[in-house]
T-cell receptor
Framework: SQQGEEDPQALSIQEGENATMNCSYK?????LQWYRQNSGRGLVHLIL?????REKHSGRLRVTLDTSKKSSSLLITASRAADTASYFC???????????FGTGTRLQVTL | GAGVSQSPSNKVTEKGKDVELRCDPI?????LYWYRQSLGQGLEFLIY????????KSGLPSDRFSAERTGGSVSTLTIQRTQQEDSAVYLC?????????????FGSGTQLSVL
């Protein structure tokens, strides 16, 4: 079963604009991670936020976590065509690194 | 190796045949995971190996699916009597120690097509 649902399912923006993706999950978590997937193959880790953190930054990425609402958001600022990919949130419940993935957001950045 | 390696990258088989998918994790990683991704969908957890512990098989969809991890390294996912609904990308990942909060490193996956 999937822990998270992402919103929107698909997002199309122009280069230079910001992209915001949201993730909601169902059970209490220990950590939440965001991954990127190009062309439906291997995923690449982007950023991790722990349950006691509210916001985290990495380069053009900003992640927020609201454990009371069981939700997270990923903001990509000043998007580039190379950011075109699918983005997934993934959670673990603290007992191991086994992750449960959300349904993903397909981001299209056009020139 | 430098990254997680999966083979074959593509596999076409006939319904009813058995298939074996291979995963070679990053050297020194003790945790290994198999996920399945159907077209346009999220990742579905299948099985998780951590060191010498009994694997977490809670995600295997039926008894036609099994996996082994030999010598704490290479893993093989076997699907017996394949069905068309088994068509998907099978992704393998590894992580250093299997602790909460570790990031997973993924292979490029095996695209399985069952005709």
């Amino acid at each position: 079963s999937q822990q998270g649902e992402e919103d929107p399912q698909a997002l199309s923006i122009q280069e230079g604009e910001n992209a915001t993706m949201n993730c909601s999950y169902k059970t209490s978590i220990n950590n939440l991670q965001w991954y990127r997937q190009n062309s439906g193959r291997g995923l690449v880790h982007l950023i991790l936020i722990r349950s006691n953190e509210r916001e985290k930054h990495s380069g053009r990425l900003r992640v927020t976590l609201d454990t009371s609402k069981k939700s997270s958001s990923l903001l990509i600022t000043a998007s580039r065509a190379a950011d075109t990919a699918s983005y997934f949130c993934a959670t673990d419940t603290g007992t191991a690194s086994k992750l449960t993935f959300g349904t993903g957001t397909r981001l299209q950045v056009t020139l | 190796g430098a990254g997680v390696s999966q083979s074959p990258s593509n596999k076409v088989t006939e319904k009813g045949k058995d298939v074996e998918l291979r995963c070679d994790p990053i050297s020194g990683h003790t945790a290994l995971y198999w996920y399945r991704q159907s077209l346009g969908q999220g990742l579905e957890f299948l099985i998780y190996f951590q060191g010498n512990s009994a694997p977490d098989k809670s995600g295997l969809p039926s008894d036609r699916f099994s996996a082994e991890r030999t010598g704490g390294s290479v893993s093989t996912l076997t699907i017996q009597r394949t069905q068309q609904e088994d068509s998907a990308v099978y992704l393998c990942a590894s992580s250093l120690g299997g602790a909460s909060g570790e990031k997973l490193f993924f292979g490029s996956g095996t695209q399985l097509s069952v005709l």
